[in-house]
C-alpha cells in the first residue's frame, strides 16, 4: 500500500524558514516523480516544486530561488526546504505521487 506522510509544518514567523519532510512507503520514491503543493485557506490547491526520478527539479515561480525540493533515497524521503516565508505561503503542503496524495502539514506564517 501507497502511504505518504508529511511532517514538518509549524508556525514561523515571515522572512523564516521551515524543511518540510515527506516519507513515502510502498514504492521506492526515487523511482517516481514527486510533488509537493500546496492549498491556503479558501483557495484551491497550487503546485509548487517537483522532482522527476531523473533528478529534474522545477518551481513554481513565485518560489524559485528560496525554496530546494530533494530527497534522500536511503530514506525513501521527500523535502521542501523553504527559505524566506511570507505571509501568503500560509497553507497546508501536501507531498504526492502523480497519483496519491498525503494528509498534509500545516504551515502558518505570521509575526
Known amino acids: 500500500e501507497v502511504q505518504l506522510e508529511e511532517s514538518g509544518g509549524g508556525l514561523v514567523q515571515p522572512g523564516g524558514s521551515l524543511r518540510l519532510s515527506c516519507t513515502a512507503s510502498?514504492?521506492?520514491?526515487?523511482?517516481?516523480?514527486m510533488h509537493w503543493v500546496r492549498q491556503a485557506p479558501g483557495k484551491g490547491i497550487e503546485w509548487v516544486s517537483s522532482?522527476?526520478?531523473?533528478?529534474?527539479?522545477t518551481y513554481t515561480d513565485a518560489v524559485e530561488g528560496r525554496f530546494t525540493i530533494s530527497r534522500d533515497n536511503a530514506k525513501n524521503t521527500l523535502y521542501l526546504e523553504m527559505n524566506n516565508l511570507n505571509f501568503d505561503e500560509t497553507a497546508v503542503y501536501y507531498c504526492?505521487?502523480?497519483?496519491?496524495r498525503g494528509r498534509g502539514t500545516r504551515v502558518t506564517v505570521s509575526s
Open positions: 510502498g514504492f521506492t520514491l526515487s523511482r517516481a516523480a
Open positions: 504526492q505521487t502523480d497519483h496519491q
Open positions: 522532482i522527476s526520478a531523473r533528478g529534474t527539479r
